[in-house]
């Protein structure tokens, strides 16, 4: 069965440390990938996309992704992360093949950042 | 202001009560979903419908129930609540009659206490 594998269920970071957050998903054909951010208390937003070409993509407050096909990852990263990036984080895979467009989302990883 | 909307913000239910989770988008989104997101176990897809007319179920259906009279609404049913349903449940839209575009849009949010 298809299925998205956050590693991190909690990561804890100080100010202007840098970050990464692992993805996985298990399909062998086409799939759109997506980051969605929940902030305390709010709904999921989008963060970033791939659906084709650059399979580096960057999203919103200076956070970006890489898709690598052969590894079955899109890893979210961000440079120097603040307080304000304290929030849920939740990778999310289609599958083409869907046109209902159902997303199956990762387990989600909390981060926390120390001011 | 575009988007979706949910209703009620919150709810306490007693066991074996009926309740109906309210959603409403005026994106004119063909495709609406309904998720429950627990901790630990990320955002699951309970039913979806990709156009007005016509549901489907997701990855855990049972104990839920949904309707899709028209483009804009998708209520949620639950027929005899069960404290394994509480919850916080959210619906989403979005436009996938193009497959590569196949962003969802979360409303707010429903949190669901069954006694």
């Known amino acids: 069965a298809q299925s998205v594998s956050q590693h991190n269920h909690h990561v804890i970071l100080s100010e202007a440390a840098s970050l990464e957050l692992g993805c996985n998903y298990s399909y062998g054909g086409t799939v759109n990938l997506l980051w969605y951010v929940q902030y305390p208390g709010q709904h999921l937003q989008l963060l970033l996309k791939?659906?084709?070409?650059?399979?580096l993509v960057k999203g919103i407050k200076g956070f970006e992704a890489e898709f690598i096909k052969s590894k079955f990852s899109f890893n979210l990263r961000k440079p120097s992360v603040q307080w304000s990036d304290t929030a849920e984080y939740f990778c999310?895979?289609?599958?083409?093949?869907?046109?209902?467009?159902?997303?199956?989302f990762g387990q989600g990883t909390e981060l926390s950042v120390k001011p | 202001i575009a988007g979706i909307t949910q209703a009620p913000t919150s709810q306490i239910l007693a066991a074996g009560r009926r309740m109906t989770l309210r959603c409403t988008q005026d994106m004119r989104h063909n495709a609406m979903y309904w998720y429950r997101q627990d901790l630990g176990l990320g955002l699951r897809l309970i039913h979806y419908?990709?156009?007005?007319?016509?549901?489907g179920k997701g990855e855990v259906p049972d104990g839920y129930s949904v309707s899709r009279a028209n483009t804009d609404d998708f209520p949620l049913t639950l027929a005899s609540a069960v404290p394994s349903q509480t919850s916080v449940y959210f619906c989403a839209s979005s436009d996938s009659r193009t497959k590569l575009h196949n962003e969802q849009f979360f409303g707010p949010g429903t949190r669901l206490t069954v006694l």
């Open positions: 791939y659906f084709s070409g650059d399979p």
């Open positions: 419908s990709n156009t007005a007319g016509t549901t």
């Open positions: 999310a895979v289609t599958l083409i093949y869907n046109q209902g467009g159902k997303l199956i």
